[in-house]
């Protein structure tokens, strides 16, 4: 059974939707000395704060039945004091508080982008490249002010809010019932109305990185979209996906705001009260005008502390959504792995590669075969020639030989090893890729060559680029190869990017080659110089290639036709041809008056 796509996934864990963020403490642990200090600090400043109502009580009931004004001056004194301390502590509590968000957050992103990167190509078949980056980046940075200014405020509040309930009950048992007795009104619906806060704040961020996602496509191609005078259409999209954030934010927003107004009520109510009754016991004498304001001041605090936390409950369950969302990326498990005990592969490499009743359909489509029964042996220094229409599954040949699938039948053997038995990163540095569509990073042409091989020289650089024919178009460059090339290459030709593509390859120096048409989009006069080049490249290493070029299929030592998943004809060029079969027809459309010149000559 196929996974659902991350964004549809998560939501039914009971476990995950109580406690997501406890999934952030682990992180917090690997700083064992900022949060001792912040906790410190944050102990500091409490204690700090909740001493100021015992110096208000000393003044009101003592301070004002002496004419001797130098008691109240010591208090005051008192008060500046503590108001230094109070500061320092709420300065140390914010520094450490904050860069330990900071610190979480970009472990967190390192853990999250390392993971991704290991995932197999089945899960990027499901799932948007774009949300996943806006997983990396709003859901990271909803979580950074989270775990920094508002776990700030939270703990804060918290420690606030218990020390003052402590104190109101030292002071007032009588009154503090009343107050704390309305804490249930409060707490409780704060909890029930947080659930839906975080579904709805859980919704807002899933519909906005659906929003990013397309935009990112937008932008990634946006030539395309210009050619086709598309900008309305794809503003017309991109609008109505930004509305559709808006109104989900708006929806968390207003469940929010009606549960802050529903604790500040309640919060005020009580003070009211206990403000009454108070007042009653003052006149009645039974209790001192500087008892009833210390109680009044705690419960101020008390009151505060618990109308700013429903606040921030907001925030805690949006980054709580936010977390979830990454989670369930940390937790998503690679569809291709190396066994725990992988099967050495030969030291010295000898580029046997063996593919033995293969049988494969890709996961999003089950019920469509894509190769059937595939069964052919490449010997060391072979090249054999992969041909046929498209979707006759030669690209998914070199797909299942990369190990980005498993075959779903047969097995596939490089030097004698089911390659399923072997460490996937020892597979695949036996093999170099040169892609049809060539993947260029944003960067210079130096660091692009040397991708597969970043400990290279720069000699080893310069002569890898020297064979695939680059120094020709870098020499005029004012910078030669520390030359920018923009997103995806888009400074260079087609041509010029699968030249990089082709001295990449030849830097990486692997036993067995993969070629897809590689010289597809170079022009007659280029394509000659880098095949000479690739003939060079393929000496003595097995080379699979995926071509319908003439130069590349008449130098092949064997050609496998693929028709429907399957090798219907096997041969070389000229026996092929003289069979008149399915390689004969391909040829003819192909290649036309071109190959009938070619077989006159070969005649």
């Known amino acids: 059974m196929a996974k659902r796509p991350v964004s549809e996934a998560g939501g039914g864990s009971s476990r995950r939707n109580l406690k997501p963020l406890a999934r952030l403490w682990p992180y917090a642990l690997q700083h064992r000395g900022h949060v001792a200090a912040a906790l410190f600090f944050l102990a500091l400043a409490s204690a700090t704060t909740l001493s100021l109502p015992l110096a208000v009580r000393r003044v009101v009931d003592h301070g004002f039945n002496s004419p001797d004004t130098r008691f109240v001056d010591t208090y005051f004194g008192m008060l500046a004091i503590l108001a230094v301390v109070l500061a320092l502590a709420s300065a140390g509590r914010y520094y450490f508080v904050i860069t330990i968000g900071e610190r979480v957050v970009a472990a967190l992103r390192r853990d999250v982008f390392a993971h991704v990167l290991t995932l197999s190509p089945a899960f990027y078949d499901r799932n948007l490249s774009g949300e996943i980056v806006s997983r990396l980046t709003a859901d990271t940075t909803q979580i950074k002010s989270a775990v920094g200014a508002t776990a700030s405020l939270a703990l804060r509040n918290t420690i606030l809010f218990f020390g003052a309930a402590v104190m109101m009950v030292v002071t007032s048992p009588g009154l503090s019932a009343i107050v704390l007795g309305a804490i249930p009104l409060i707490v409780l619906p704060l909890v029930a109305f947080g659930r839906t806060v975080r579904k709805r704040s859980r919704a807002a961020q899933d519909v906005l990185a659906a929003a990013s996602a397309y935009a990112g496509e937008a932008i ?137 009743n293969v049988a494969f359909h890709y996961p999003a489509a089950p019920d469509r075969p894509t190769l059937r029964g595939l069964d052919f042996t490449v010997q060391p220094g072979e090249t054999v020639a992969l041909v046929g229409a498209s979707g006759a599954g030669k690209s998914t040949v070199f797909a299942l030989l990369e190990r980005f699938y498993d075959p779903s039948g047969g097995r596939i053997l490089v030097d004698g090893i089911d390659i399923r038995s072997a460490d996937v ?34 000699a080893e650089i310069e002569a890898a680029a020297e064979a695939a024919l680059v120094m020709p178009f870098v020499r005029p460059m004012p910078k030669g190869l520390e030359t920018l090339v923009g997103e995806r290459g888009i400074t260079l030709s087609g041509g010029q990017r699968q030249r990089v593509a082709i001295a990449r390859a030849i830097l990486r120096d692997a036993p067995i080659l993969l070629l897809d048409e590689a010289t597809s989009a170079l022009d007659a006069e280029s394509e000659g110089l880098v095949q000479e080049a690739l003939d060079k490249l393929m000496r003595g290493r097995t080379t699979l290639v995926i071509a319908h070029r003439l130069a590349t299929i008449l130098k092949a030592d064997r050609i496998l036709v693929m028709d429907g998943g399957r090798i219907v004809e096997e041969g070389t060029h000229a026996s092929l041809i003289e069979r008149g079969g399915a390689y004969a027809r391909l040829a003819r459309l192909q290649f036309g008056a071109a190959e009938a010149a070619l077989r006159g000559a070969a005649e």
């Open 220 to 356: 990634a191609s946006v030539r395309t979209v210009q050619a086709f005078t598309a900008e309305a259409q794809a503003r017309g999209r991109f609008d109505s996906a930004v509305d559709d954030a808006f109104e989900a934010a708006r929806r968390s927003v207003s469940a929010r705001a009606g549960l802050t107004a529903f604790a500040i009520f309640l919060v005020t109510v009580s003070i009211i009260a206990v403000l009454w009754v108070g007042a009653q016991q003052v006149i009645a004498g039974t209790m001192t005008a500087g008892t009833l304001g210390q109680f009044l001041l705690y419960a101020v605090f008390a009151a505060s502390s618990l109308g700013q936390l429903s606040e921030v409950w907001g925030d805690l369950t949006a980054a709580a959504g936010a977390t979830e969302r990454l989670s369930e990326l940390l937790e998503e498990r690679a569809d291709i792995a190396s066994p725990a005990l992988p099967a050495a592969l030969p030291v010295r490499a000898l580029g046997v590669v063996r593919f033995e």
């Open 425 to 458: 990163a020892t597979l695949r540095n036996r093999l170099a890729l040169v892609p049809q569509d060539v993947s260029m990073f944003a960067g210079t042409l130096r660091s692009n060559i040397a991708f597969g091989r970043p400990e290279a020289t720069d």
